[in-house]
DNA sequence: GCCGTTTTCGGCCCGACTGTTTTCAGTCG
């Protein structure tokens, strides 16, 4: 179910799209954006708050409280039912059509009748569209092949997509000649867990050359603009992939433009006018006489703007930039931080590698620590028993040390629809740590779902809910749970929540760890590797961690041994009443 | 419609590319 402020967010932003759409004000039309977006990422839930509470959200005024405070009684707002009397719902989805805005949308169904991306399509056909001033050959041609583009949806892509992509046609790029720098930005650089595009800077004072081996790169599949200085192509999996080329000692203004998500940008350019300074991707600017101020690194561009520099992870325009000017900037948690990993699997249960191979590659990326997971025996396709977790423990005792990797025995257990686990507690208490989840029954009403995960979290054993929403990015959607009760049991009975670095799955997802961080709870940012090449996907959990704002003290898997240890008995030794 | 170390009124982010234009509007990021 939708959170009150997604929803009020959602409806907030059709009434900026209708006002768009029926030709209102630019202003107006951006502060129901603005007010959208702050709604939608302010951490408590509004349902219930009345405009003197909602006036409190930045961005959000005297009408615009009116509004919201009606919808949340209601369930309507009349002057977005009149809009919607107005133009018909298909005409708001012509809109998504690339290259088809508001403005010639409102002309098609004006002048046509048109009301949806199919009586476009039929209208073209028709040729309804010869003679309409603005509408020209080639824009016939480009309608007809966006239509077809948003019908076979080249659907947003997980990290594990787009990152490796992305890295390869950075790696390309670097090789060509007089090309200076190069590096991707936008949302992959944020490591938003679904990326709708590739943005790639590149510096060089031969824009041209860069350019033509951009477009002639064996993923691209069609060149949709081609330019000196900017250049879209589409790879085979329909993927975009933008190249902006600027010059050598524009490569930190550059970044900078290019990284932040579009509020964050709108932002940091607004402050530049306040200060009688213009930001763009080529520099910041006196904005009397055109002066070039700073524009060689991202840190000079903040500091000029007053600002520290802010970790692109959180470039959202979601308090990043308040928290930035009063110097409270969260010291973010990095790869660097992590000294072990707490949720791995070996070939005992569905893991495609021994345990001494996993240990091996364990110790090759530093690691201080190790836990070995394998499924409990709830999972019966996994063939799980006792005795075999009691063999793999002996092996495991053997192992410990060897590498000076210290190594954890545990056990990832099934949260069954009432919320119990595989093993009594005399067995589980052998378990040096035990993670918990969700793998079936996905669809349980939410107040089931929620008790489910309350008496995981307070089971005196369980240390970790392991990917506490069980989300397949693209797939299934979270489970239903009130969260805020979830993660107040979580941080009442000292239960980390997992963040896990799986790219389709990055569960925990960043908006629910803001939401749990204010509870106090701990993470485990951990791979979930079932094979040795899967180790490496927790660089994906701490960019999801980081876009949750957490620190290394938050995350229980950056600690010392001794302190991760004390975490993990503590639950037993409070004797914590089993439910 | 919102906001304020420039302001309670008067502002509101910036630049590239395309297509249909003869200098610019629309769209995008």
Do not use: F
């Given at each position: 179910m939708a959170r009150t402020n997604d929803d009020v967010a959602a409806m907030l932003e059709e009434y900026a799209d209708l006002l768009a759409i029926t030709g209102g004000p630019d202003f107006k039309i951006r502060v129901y954006q603005k007010a959208a977006r702050s709604?939608?990422?302010h951490v408590t839930d509004i349902a219930g708050y009345d405009t003197t509470e909602l006036r409190q959200i930045p961005n959000v005024g005297e009408s615009i409280a009116r509004k919201v405070a009606g919808y949340l009684r209601s369930g309507t707002v009349p002057q977005l039912e009149e809009l919607r009397g107005r133009i018909p719902a298909g005409v708001r989805a012509l809109t998504r059509i690339p290259a088809l805005g508001p403005k010639r949308a409102m002309a098609?169904?004006?002048?046509?009748?048109?009301d949806s991306p199919e009586s476009l399509e039929a209208a073209i056909h028709a040729g309804a569209l010869h003679g309409l001033p603005g509408f020209g050959e080639k824009t016939e041609e480009n309608l007809l092949h966006g239509i077809a583009l948003l019908r076979d949806a080249g659907e947003r892509v997980h990290l594990g997509v787009a990152m490796p992509l992305a890295e390869d046609i950075v790696t390309a790029l670097r090789a060509v000649e007089g090309c200076h720098r190069c590096g991707y930005a936008g949302s992959l650089r944020r490591m938003k867990d679904t990326i709708g595009d590739i943005d790639i800077v590149a510096t060089s004072n031969r824009p041209k050359v860069l350019m033509s081996a951009f477009v002639a790169l064996s993923q691209v599949t069609e060149v949709i603009l081609h330019g000196d200085t900017k250049t879209s192509v589409r790879t085979g999996q329909?993927?975009?992939?933008?190249?902006?080329?600027?010059?050598?000692?524009a490569w930190g203004a550059a970044m900078q433009y290019f990284t932040g998500a579009?509020?964050?940008?709108?932002?940091?350019?607004?402050?530049a006018v306040h200060r009688k300074l213009k930001l763009s991707e080529y520099g910041l600017f006196d904005a009397v006489t055109d002066e070039l101020i700073v524009s060689k690194t991202e840190e000079e561009v903040y500091q000029r703007l007053g600002l520290p520099w802010i970790p692109p992870t959180l470039r959202e325009d979601i308090g990043e930039i308040e928290a930035a000017l009063a110097g409270e900037l969260p010291d973010l948690v990095t790869e660097e931080?992590?000294?072990g990993d707490l949720h791995t699997h070996t070939e005992l249960t569905d893991g495609h590698a021994s345990l001494e191979?996993?240990?091996?590659?364990?110790?090759?990326?530093?690691?201080?620590?190790?836990?070995?997971?394998?499924?409990?025996?709830?999972?019966?396709?996994?063939?799980?028993?006792?005795?075999?977790?009691?063999?793999?423990?002996?092996?495991?005792?053997?192992?410990d040390g060897t590498s000076g990797l210290r190594l954890l025995h545990g056990v990832e257990l099934n949260i069954d629809p009432d919320g119990d686990v595989d093993w009594p507690p005399d067995v589980l208490a052998g378990f040096d740590v035990c993670v918990a989840s969700v793998h079936s029954h996905f669809d349980l009403p939410?107040?089931?779902?929620?008790?489910?995960?309350?008496?995981?979290?307070?089971?005196?054993?369980?240390?970790?809910?392991?990917?506490?929403?069980?989300?397949?990015?693209?797939?299934?959607?979270?489970?239903?749970?009130?969260?805020?009760?979830v993660f107040q049991a979580c941080a009442r009975s000292g239960t980390a929540l997992e963040i896990n670095a799986f790219p389709d799955r990055l569960d925990l997802a960043a908006e629910l760890i803001r939401r749990a961080r204010r509870y106090g709870v701990k993470f485990a940012v951990d791979s979930d590797?079932?094979?040795?090449?899967?180790?490496?996907?927790?660089?994906?959990?701490?960019?999801?961690?980081?876009r949750g704002w957490l620190t290394a003290d938050d995350v229980i898997n950056t600690w010392p041994l001794d302190r991760l240890t004390a975490f993990l008995r503590k639950k037993q030794a409070a004797g914590v009443s089993r439910p």
């Open positions: 709604i939608g990422a098609l169904h004006q002048r046509l009748g048109v329909g993927l975009q992939v933008d190249l902006r080329v600027v010059p050598p000692d579009k509020a964050h940008n709108i932002r940091t350019r607004e402050i931080d992590v000294r191979e996993m240990v091996a590659a364990a110790a090759e990326r530093g690691y201080a620590y190790y836990g070995v997971t394998d499924h409990g025996p709830k999972l019966y396709m996994q063939q799980m028993t006792l005795d075999k977790a009691l063999a793999q423990r002996e092996r495991v005792r053997e192992l939410q107040d089931r779902t929620t008790r489910r995960l309350v008496r995981a979290a307070e089971h005196p054993c369980v240390n970790i809910i392991g990917h506490p929403s069980a989300r397949l990015i693209g797939r299934r959607p979270p489970i239903d749970a009130d969260w805020d009760e590797s079932h094979a040795v090449g899967h180790l490496a996907n927790l660089r994906y959990g701490i960019g999801t961690a980081q």
